[in-house]
């Protein structure tokens, strides 16, 4: 030490002596400070920050120079949400960014020719997902590769042979080794709804949380929501909102629209016909419910306030069918879009968006009822337990709570609908994605 002291005091006499110094210093501590760090000097620190260098750009938890791409996603809105949330949550697995998938506007189950693909950012605002997942999960764009290196296929199995146990052992063995050095992967084969599910509902429930709708799509929802409130204060006579003790703040009162209920109402004959199929081979008779049963136990809700508007988000073959709004008794008053006069704002877009509009007008709904057999319901229910659970709620199933929900397809002695919240304790999305009898409350 003493020679390392006089080296150092005629040294200072220029400055690049001084620099000298200042390295074997930052050495020194170095050696000091993260002894159990061997790779901060270029890949990795205890992997949770990637660095890239020379542009030093990272984010905890998900590395942004390795990317994940999927296959087109496809089928209905919530088929297509779910499947890009797997999709999330596979590249959170392999510890990559996710590429910005693309999506499907029609509605087309066998004609892989005649999808027409949608950017996710058509559909969903990209940076406010990144934003609200951050740390979580990431998306990226095309532009963010660097071409570096020869993009890696990994092919998904199929068929009984490929398990859950060989499906997670593949994603495990591509997370490491020479398949991570790639900085693309490619999963070619099935759409990732069909793909094995390894994930919790609670890590689900938090990609959806960050789906936000672009604006020009949520100016639409609130077109539409406004004309139901605006009907409801119509049929009770009220000109102004209702005054209601904010449940958010203790601020004093606060001002809330006018509630109407919404009911997902699954009649059509081809939906009817599948889950006849459906009821056979489960040797059930509580998941088809025709629109007398539908209508009956609506009424029946306990503690329903009327006169209350009833929203009913129908495929639009049933729109030209008037008898779906008979059969509601005195203070059930039942629209759809068209009677609504808002079809002309589902009409000027394609499948996918007239979707996404229906979903959020029944998000928002001060009451919901919907098919616990339909994914459609089934996911809106759970982001209303979400909000609910967000909210401090503790006693979901109780009586008055906020953004109650029901599953008409399972009644109860009064003839009502059964209360619906999602078990967030879930190990996988499985009785979410193909249906159950089996909800709580």
């Not at 020379?54 to 998900?62: A, T, V």
């Not at 189950?109 to 990209?126: C, V």
Request: net charge positive.
């Amino acid at each position: 030490m003493e020679m390392l002291s006089k080296f150092l005091t005629g040294a200072m006499n220029s400055v690049t002596s001084k620099c000298m110094v200042f390295l074997v210093t930052v050495l020194i501590l170095r050696a000091l400070l993260f002894p159990s760090f061997p790779g901060f000097d270029g890949i990795e620190w205890s992997n949770l920050v990637y660095i890239r260098t020379p542009l030093l750009n990272f984010d905890f938890g998900i590395r942004q120079d390795k990317f994940l791409v999927v296959p087109q996603i496809v089928w209905g809105l919530n088929n297509q949400k779910i499947a890009f949330a797997r999709a999330c949550l596979t590249a959170r697995m392999l510890n990559r960014t996710l590429l910005m998938p693309s999506l499907s506007a029609s509605l087309f189950y066998k004609e892989m020719d005649l999808l027409q693909p949608i950017s996710f950012d058509k559909i969903f605002q990209f940076e406010k997902f990144n934003s609200l997942c951050h740390g979580f999960v990431r998306l990226g764009r095309y532009s963010d590769v660097l071409n570096r290196t020869e993009v890696l296929e990994m092919e998904k199995g199929s068929g009984r042979r490929w398990t859950v146990e060989r499906d997670l052992s593949q994603l495990k063995e591509h997370g490491k080794g020479s398949f991570d050095d790639h900085e693309v992967i490619r999963i070619v084969g099935k759409n990732p709804f069909l793909w094995h599910d390894h994930w919790p509902v609670k890590d689900y429930a938090r990609i959806f949380e960050c789906l936000y709708l672009t604006e020009e799509i949520a100016k639409e929802v609130d077109r539409v929501v406004s004309r139901i409130r605006a009907v409801g204060r119509k049929i009770t006579g009220n000109t102004q909102a209702v005054e209601i003790q904010s449940n958010i703040t203790d601020d004093g009162p606060s001002f809330q629209p006018l509630p109407y209920v919404a009911v997902h109402m699954r009649i059509e004959i081809d939906w009817m016909i599948h889950c006849k199929n459906l009821e056979r081979r489960l040797n059930t008779n509580k998941i088809c419910s025709g629109k007398k049963e539908i209508v009956e136990r609506v009424r029946n809700i306990a503690g329903l306030k009327t006169p209350v508007v009833v929203y009913l988000a129908v495929a639009d073959k049933l729109l030209n069918n008037s008898s779906i709004l008979e059969g509601c008794e005195d203070g059930f008053v039942p629209f759809e879009k068209k009677k609504l006069g808002v079809d002309g704002i589902y009409k000027k877009y394609p499948y996918l968006i007239q979707s996404a509009i229906d979903y959020e007008v029944c998000l928002r709904a001060d009451t919901f009822v919907g098919n616990s057999f339909s994914t459609f319901s089934s996911l809106i229910v759970l982001e209303r337990t979400q909000k609910m659970i967000r909210m401090n709620g503790t006693n979901l199933c109780g009586e008055n709570v906020r953004w109650p929900s029901y599953a008409y397809n399972i009644p109860v002695t009064s003839n009502g609908p059964k209360r619906w919240v999602t078990n967030m304790s879930e190990s996988s999305l499985q009785s979410i994605s193909y249906g159950t009898n089996h909800i709580s409350c």
